[in-house]
C-alpha cells in the first residue's frame, strides 16, 4: 500500500498543477476582455459617450452574480471582482477620453 504522505502529496500536486492552469486561463481570458474593452473605450471616445453605463454595469453584475451561484462561486466576491474589473475599465476609458 502506498505511503498516505505520498500519496497526499501526489493529489496536492495535481490540484496544484490544475489551480496553476486555471490562472493561465483566468490570465489570458482577462487580457482578451481588456482588449475588448480597450476598444469599447475608444469606441467611446471616439463618439463623446460617456466612459461608464450604469445600467449595463448593474445588469453585468445581476448575471455575474446569477453565474457566481451556479457555480457555487461566492457571489459577493463575484461582485466585488466585477466591480474591480469595471473600475479598472472606467479607468481605462476615460485616458481615451482626454
Excluded at 490544475?18 to 471616445?45: C, M, N, P, W
Aim: proline share 5%; charged share 30%; no cysteine.
Amino acid at each position: 500500500m502506498t505511503d498516505p504522505v505520498a500519496k497526499a502529496a501526489d493529489v496536492l500536486s495535481e490540484h496544484r498543477e490544475s489551480i496553476d492552469r486555471l490562472d493561465a486561463i483566468l490570465v489570458y481570458t482577462l487580457g482578451e476582455r481588456f482588449k475588448h474593452t480597450q476598444a469599447v473605450g475608444k469606441l467611446k471616445a471616439t463618439h463623446d459617450l460617456p466612459p461608464s453605463d450604469p445600467t449595463r454595469e448593474a445588469a453585468q453584475i445581476a448575471r455575474l452574480e446569477d453565474l457566481a451561484n451556479r457555480a457555487d462561486l461566492d457571489p459577493e466576491f463575484a461582485k466585488k471582482f466585477l466591480n474591480f474589473i469595471i473600475a479598472e475599465v472606467i479607468q481605462h476609458h476615460k485616458t481615451h477620453q482626454s
